[in-house]
């Protein structure tokens, strides 16, 4: 099985920029989609395909995709932003979730 | 607008089965997959499935493709995901979501969740 790899907790000062980063081999590779999910809700689509914002999400989400390590940034967060994240790979056999990033902005 | 509504929550017994139900509506429901993933209390989320909503093929979790069984009705646009000889650890939330372009872009409309607990 195909298995990617994200930092349990990562923290960001208010206003600063937040990465967070998926880990996976070859992941470059592969199409890369994040989502955000905030306590007691659904997850909600921030960046698919690597690099791309669904209509609504702010232009201070953004992501890349290279290697073997795909990234997740949010620049000038903001207290609202606070959510666990995950990475999630659409494979021809399967699809998986990395197991989430908890982004306090402190 | 694109809703995905599902049923109502459920408690079963230990080696029982639950079927959820996941209604979709405001787009042609044959263009599209419908994924199937479920939160346990406190946890990540886990892939289990997705079905196409052209000609019902199937892909499962390979943790999970000896129990797990996808349908679709496309009459109403109805997709159902049964589990079956449910044990305690199946306790969670389940979601359906849209898969866009076979999953290629992502899963951009979520269902509510509907939670399933499994408990003696």
């Known amino acids: 099985s195909y298995d990617l790899t994200q930092s349990l907790a990562v923290s960001v000062a208010l206003g600063q920029t937040a990465t967070i980063t998926c880990g996976g081999n070859?992941?470059?590779?592969?199409?890369v989609h994040w989502y955000q999910q905030k306590p007691g809700q659904a997850p909600v689509l921030v960046i698919f395909?690597?690099?791309n914002r669904p209509s609504g999400i702010p232009a201070r989400f953004s992501g890349s995709n290279s290697g073997n390590t795909a990234t997740l940034t949010i620049s000038g967060a903001q207290a609202g932003d606070e959510a666990d994240y995950y990475c999630?790979?659409?494979?021809?056999?399967?699809?998986?979730f990395g197991g989430g990033t908890k982004l306090t902005v402190l | 607008q694109v809703q995905l509504v599902q049923s109502g929550a459920e408690v079963k017994r230990p080696g029982a089965s639950v079927k959820v139900s996941c209604t979709a509506s405001?787009?042609?429901?044959?263009?599209?997959?419908i994924a199937w993933v479920r939160q346990a209390p406190g946890q990540g989320l886990e892939w289990m499935g997705w079905?196409?909503?052209?000609?019902?093929?199937?892909k499962s979790a390979q943790s999970l493709q000896d129990r797990v069984t996808m349908t679709t009705d496309t009459s109403t646009g109805t997709t159902y995901m049964e589990l079956r000889s449910l044990r305690s650890d199946d306790t969670a939330i389940y979601y359906c979501?849209?898969?866009?372009?076979?999953?290629?872009?992502?899963?951009?409309?979520w269902g509510q969740g509907t939670l399933v607990t499994v408990s003696s």
């Open positions: 405001g787009y042609n429901f044959g263009n599209f997959r």
């Open positions: 979501a849209r898969g866009v372009d076979s999953g290629r872009l992502g899963m951009d409309y």
């Open positions: 070859n992941i470059g590779n592969e199409n």
């Open positions: 395909r690597d690099t």
């Open positions: 999630q790979v659409s494979g021809t056999t399967a699809w998986v």
């Open positions: 079905i196409s909503g052209y000609n019902g093929e199937t």
